[in-house]
């Protein structure tokens, strides 16, 4: 009796355990089918995707020529052609930069390839520090320097990081961004989301005809260290009243950004939707590419009318705004941190309106 | 006394050893490789040569007749989690590193060995501890397979806390390549099937990895390596019997040494537990006692050789030891014996061994890592409130803070456990007699004096009987001394047996002492 009670008990045992196993089989295969279609279906373009590719005569076919260098310069430059699939997956990667959280979407998750889990906050997307989808311009259509271009970051391929001195290839790099400028997690190298903003790139970097191994300006950021300024010192008070003049319009007294409808016009600079202390954007940290990147790209439509004194000056005061811990900081900084943004800005709120009430 | 304990007794006896070596070298050499792959991010000859001078040395080093070194699954972890910050994985430097890591914690454990308290202080670490320390990284191994198994890069994440390792599943599950989980899958259910029957339940790994293997093999003819894109276990021709290296030792180094400390602490801290703990668990089951310091000796000196022969640290196996118990081993020719034929299998079957597939090593590693979550071991700490906190403090600690930090809780709490248990000794007033039973010390006085106060209160005349107290520390002599000036109240001290059964009481001072305890007159 006993020993054929224990098999039975056995046998239930390792039938839960199999089923159990190709149950999450079963899923699997679902969710790689799943994938699969959204691969496969067309894309609805963001209206900002749907102007720049309508521009560069994006379509499918054998050969492709950049209309942009041959309106710029005459030349008739012939590239290798796309698949359908390839335009899906430009188009795709286009809409991730423009708007990373799907915010514009009718399916967020899907057609942004569940980007929401590898970023902690509401605003967050590439286009905030890639601006002009990863593209942007001056009036006359020349690349802005320092402005973060993907396409000039794809044809810089793969570098060594300047901190860890690893080397990092172009997926690497994204994923890095996930961390230290989205205050989230990283996507695996494998994901669609970061293959998609990889054909975006490549394409983008034959629209403007930019070649392997070559620097160009609008690569990265313009870095201001001290030495570019007259090392007067970076001055936080000086810095608060120049963000409160040009910056606070858009990104709010407090920097906690512009939100209208549900969608992010204005990104937050502080508080639990901003960067994280460990980001490269933090002042603290590096000091030199929150200043370049102001200075280059902010405000926008005036850019270049900071000074980099400015520059630095306000960079200084944004990050010594509160924001989140970073990851590797500990739970005693993140719950300080999470103290000093989430009390502090209404006290401050209350005090500044209390000057004015009767 | 090392030749009486190696050399078995008869030719019968010789041949069950041979049968024992070669079923631990089976059983050993999917383990080394995954380990040293997938757990710790290192070229797969490490793990081997891991589990041939690993085991070698341990074994001749350490008179236990049921003990099995080489590489072990929680310390593999515990080097790819710290070294993961350092260096790119399957480097040149990352191997430096690694090979340092393990020569420092084998300086670590040498420091246990010499400073007696320290080595004494291992066995403070209770079973709850270990056990929920077991689980957590059972659970830890499961997730942290899910990579390798779907054919992904593994993320380079410093950080494995749950919802890292839940994301990483759900890219498994959305992202992976479904060849790479199909011979997971082939694997996870020929090695899961197989383990229910008892007679092929050792072997059951290795027809896992044969299935997942032929099945690699089959899809790689039928579409190509290149479509398939499914990893495998690298070369392994060059492998020859010994292969000399040099920890990483150089100035640009040292912050990075510096920083891989705490973790060196806790690759030798986990290496000392589980050989403890696993010679502790075969005294009792095989009835022949050595001590742990034997064990200590073994493995410090080991570890501080092993780095230079481009080894894996080693430390005790629960699988392979419990197997070799189940196999009735009675010498340590059966550990000596499966170092020298893993040897021979890598010198003749190594181009078998370099096909085998990475999703395969993963499927193993999971079924290892649910293996370690023994519902029978942990059950008895349910029945006991204390330790089933305990268990869980460990458990939860390990995905909390890491290994290092679970080590570090788990004690504390095991120690809080312990003097908790003690600071509440069994209290009783029985008329005007306050019975103490348990401990005196500082953490039991307050509750004592409370119910002092109140009897002596009520009381003209007090008798404390503390008879069946088994320590007092100074603290209590003081405040024993003290209510001893008090006239109402009377001391009931420990009597020796003689004294009971004549039930005369001499005076205090001419009392002959009997207790080899120094205490006071009061």
Known sequence: ?358 | MITGALAPRRLGEFGNELLIGLTLAIVVLPQAIAFSTTLAGLPPYLGIYGAIWGVLLTALLNPSRVFHGGPNTAMCAAMGVTLLPVAPQFGADYVGYALTLILMAGLIQTAFLLIRPLGRALDFVSEPVVNGMICGIGLYLIFRSFPAFAGLPINTQVEWRLWISWQTFLASLEIGNIHAINIGVITLLVTVVLRQFAAIRNLAILFGIAAGTLYSEFINARYGLANTLVEQIADLSSMGFVYPSVPLFSQEAMPDIISIIPGAITLALLGLFQTVIAMRRMNRKSGQFVDSRHGIFADSVSNCLLPFLSSLPTCASFNRMSLMHDMKTRSRLAAVLSAVILLALVSFFGDLIAIIPIPAMAAIIMVLGAAMIQWSDIRPHFQHRAEAIVFFGSFASVHLFGLFGAVICGSLLALAYAKWEKAHPSIHLEGNVLRVRGNIYYGSLPLIESLYHQAHARFDELVVDFSAVHHIDPEGIRWLAEISKNDKVHLADRRSGHERRTEQREPHSQQTRTDRRRRRDF
């Open chain 1, 1 to 358: 009796m006993k020993p054929s009670a224990s098999a039975s008990r056995k046998l239930l045992r390792l039938a839960l355990l199999v089923g159990a196993l190709l149950a999450l089989y079963l899923v699997a295969v679902a969710k790689q089918d799943e994938r699969q279609r959204i691969r496969e279906r067309p894309v609805t373009l963001t209206p900002g995707c749907e102007e720049k590719l309508a521009r560069y005569q994006l379509a499918a076919g054998d050969i492709y020529v950049s209309p942009y260098i041959l309106e710029r310069t005459g030349r008739r430059i012939v590239k290798q052609g796309y698949s359908e699939e390839d335009v899906r997956a430009i188009q795709r990667g286009c809409n991730i930069i423009d708007d990373l959280q799907g915010q514009r979407a009718a399916d967020p998750a899907g057609e942004r390839w569940n980007a929401t889990r590898f970023v902690r906050g509401t605003h967050t997307s590439c286009n905030h520090c890639h601006q002009g989808i990863g593209d942007k311009q001056t009036a006359d259509g020349t690349p802005q320097i320092g402005s973060l271009s993907l396409a000039a970051s794809w044809a810089m391929a793969d570098m060594y990081d300047r901190f860890t001195g690893l080397l990092l290839p172009y997926e690497l790099r994204q994923m890095q961004c996930y961390i230290n400028s989205s205050n989230g997690y990283k996507p695996n190298i494998a994901d669609d989301l970061i293959r998609d903003v990889t054909a975006y790139s490549r394409f983008l970097a034959a629209v403007l005809d930019l070649r392997f191994g070559n620097r160009y300006p609008e690569q990265g950021i313009d870095e201001i260290p001290v030495s570019s300024t007259l090392k007067r010192g970076d001055d936080y008070v000086r810095g608060n009243a120049l963000y409160q003049q040009r910056c606070a319009h858009c990104h709010g007294p407090q920097g906690f950004g512009t939100v209208v409808d549900g969608k992010v016009i204005y990104p937050a600079v502080a508080g639990p939707n901003a960067f994280n202390l460990q980001s490269r954007n933090n002042f603290a940290f590096v000091s030199t590419i929150l200043p370049g990147f102001i200075c280059r790209n902010m405000p926008p439509g005036e850019e270049g009318s900071l000074s980099n004194q400015d520059c630095r000056d306000i960079a200084f005061y944004i990050s010594n705004l509160p924001r989140p811990a970073g990851d590797r900081q500990g739970p005693l900084m993140a719950l300080w941190q999470q103290l000093m943004m989430r009390v502090m800005p209404p006290l401050i709120r209350f005090f500044d309106n209390g000057d004015s009430r009767p």
